[in-house]
Nanobody
Framework: QVRLVESGGGLVQPGGSLRLSCEAS????????IGWFRQAPEKEREFVSV????????YYGDSVKGRFTISKDNAKNTVFLQMNSLNPDDTAVYYC???????????????????WGQGTQVTVSS
């Protein structure tokens, strides 16, 4: 079992920045990926970004590429999502996700991840 605890959500004006954090209780499996999905009201869950823990490879959804950056702190088992140039379309609940047996072709599918955090609200509004 992997417990994920998110922090860092809040209200920000368009064009602003936020940084989300997610601390994992442990890492498991040989293909451990950790990252973020988001879900806006009345929309499906959307892939945001994940990072491969051992190799450090990063993956981004098309809507956030160039604006968001995912990174990790090995010592703290923590992953960060730096979000810049935020706009109202980024408003959503952001969920930290993780799994230890990810197949590369499935990293953008929410059903590929066994572990989910409780979610943190990000609201972009003036």
């Amino acid at each position: 079992q992997v417990r994920l605890v998110e922090s860092g959500g809040g209200l920000v004006q368009p064009g602003g920045s936020l940084r989300l954090s997610c601390e994992a209780s442990r890492r498991t499996g040989s293909r451990f990926y950790i990252g973020w999905f988001r879900q806006a009201p009345e929309k499906e869950r959307e892939f945001v970004s994940v990072i491969n823990w051992s190799g450090g490879h990063t993956y981004y959804g098309d809507s956030v590429k160039g604006r968001f950056t995912i990174s990790k702190d090995n010592a703290k088992n923590t992953v960060f999502l730096q979000m810049n140039s935020l706009n109202p379309d980024d408003t959503a609940v952001y969920y930290c996700v993780a799994d230890g047996s990810i197949i590369l072709s499935s990293i953008r599918r929410p059903e590929a991840y066994d572990y989910w955090g409780q979610g943190t609200q990000v609201t972009v509004s003036s």
